[in-house]
């Protein structure tokens, strides 16, 4: 819980923009989460186009990836048990601080002309590592700093600060490295960073949700939660699906915009533009209406076409048409993120979100593991086909995982409460 009490003004009960206008808390975790996610979206297209640049290999590009994102496999789990033992501000403002300096010797190494390609891995490696615990505080702190009656609303405009910089990050990325180079483009993503860490120090501290006792009890504790409950266990293989399957796409962008379409980095920040306003329309019709991201069906109807999205975007001829696919991909892909998180956020108590929402940040582990096999199949035959294998595999395993847990095709994940859902806190 905050160590003051919940801090709220008055406001309307209604409205996509409820838990910005009645929490001031809340605002503060706003403005981290679009500063940090501008960071985390130029990265994502600086990274990129810097390995392809230093190596000219698809492949390559997709082990930067592949890095970037193992972390999340490898640390989620523990970080799970540290968000729910230690002060969570204190924990992401570490975080952070860490992601920020990774990217300040990154362009101190660039500025030098010393950066070899190894270094970048190494980078890409730190940097994951700092945004897993930046991921799964963020999404903690979210309950802690709302009431339980603004929460489904809370989660989709975090949801919609996440996407929003997809939209400023990339297209701000894109037009820096042709003005002021590469160096000049990661020095403008660490100042994003730098602003990300002033907001979260202004952020209240939380008491820690769970007592002390054995790490490793404490850890088991947070799988047995998951594995115990039909519908967090429903929800997480439904996550776990198109982080392996459908999202390794991003990664391959730079490789559409220059082999495919023939585009520069500023193309490439136009396509990424695009996807990210398609995430914020999706992020704000969950927003706006709550019952979206409270039902199982609307997950997997989102997911569904999400797939069928990046499909279409694998075999778009010209620009134009990739740019209203990535569009549609991501409003879809929005909407069946806001929908996750606000279930996993009304379907356990505080003394165990952490370690459930490590779980759940686990699956996004699972993304460099699509990634890698991905980027050798892109080297081989080129990313159409390597994304297309990808999404096909994703919708037939969404019709299985459907077909495995019933609950997923309900319209909520609480029948016998109606819509009621379960104490949080």
Do not use: K
């Amino acid at each position: 819980m905050v160590e003051e009490s919940l801090e709220r003004r008055p406001g309307g009960r209604g409205g996509a923009l409820y838990s910005l206008r009645v929490y001031p808390a809340f605002r503060l975790l706003f403005g981290t989460t679009l500063a940090t996610n501008a960071a985390f979206w130029m990265w994502s297209l600086l990274s990129g186009w810097l390995a392809l640049v230093l190596t000219d290999s698809p492949f390559f590009v997709g082990l930067t990836g592949f890095l970037n994102g193992i972390p999340m496999l490898l640390v989620s789990l523990p970080a799970g048990v540290v968000i729910d033992r230690i002060d969570r501000r204190l924990v992401l403002l570490a975080a952070q601080v860490v992601v920020a300096a990774v990217t300040v010797l990154l362009v101190a190494l660039l500025w030098l002309g010393r950066l070899q390609p190894w270094e970048l891995l190494v980078a890409a490696f730190l940097s994951g590592a700092g945004m897993a615990f930046v991921f799964g505080t963020r999404s903690a702190l979210v309950a802690n700093l709302v009431g339980r009656e603004a929460l489904a609303n809370a989660v989709a405009l975090t949801s919609m600060a996440q996407n929003a910089p997809r939209i400023v990050g990339p297209a701000l990325a894109g037009p820096l490295v042709g003005a002021i180079g590469l160096t000049g483009a990661f020095a403008v993503c660490a100042l994003f960073q730098l602003l990300s860490v002033a907001i979260t120090a202004r952020l209240p501290r939380i008491r820690p949700a769970a007592g002390g006792g054995s790490f490793w009890r404490a850890f088991l504790e947070g799988l047995e939660t998951v594995w115990r409950r039909e519908q967090l266990l429903a929800l997480m293989a439904l996550a776990a699906l198109p982080t392996l399957l459908i999202f390794p796409y991003m990664n391959f962008l730079p490789v559409f915009a220059r082999d495919e379409l023939g585009l520069g980095a500023t193309g490439l920040g136009v396509l990424m533009a695009l996807n990210g306003l398609g995430a914020v329309l999706g992020s704000v019709v969950v927003a706006a209406r709550r019952h979206y991201g409270e039902s199982p069906r609307v997950l997997v109807v989102s997911v569904s076409l999400f797939a069928a999205a990046v499909f279409a975007f694998a075999h778009a001829p010209v620009a134009w048409l990739s740019g209203l696919f990535l569009l549609v991909a991501g409003v879809t892909g929005a909407m069946y993120m806001a929908a996750t998180n606000t279930l996993l956020q009304l379907a356990v108590e505080d003394t165990v979100r952490g370690r459930v929402f490590s779980v759940y940040l686990l699956t996004w582990g699972l993304l460099p593991i699509g990634t890698l096999p991905a980027g050798a199949v892109a080297d081989a035959w080129g990313a159409p086909l390597a994304v297309s294998v990808l999404t096909v595999l994703a919708m037939l395993a969404i019709g299985l995982v459907t077909l495995r847990f019933p609950v997923l095709r309900q319209t909520t994940l609480w029948p016998e409460r109606s819509r009621t859902a379960p104490r949080i806190g």
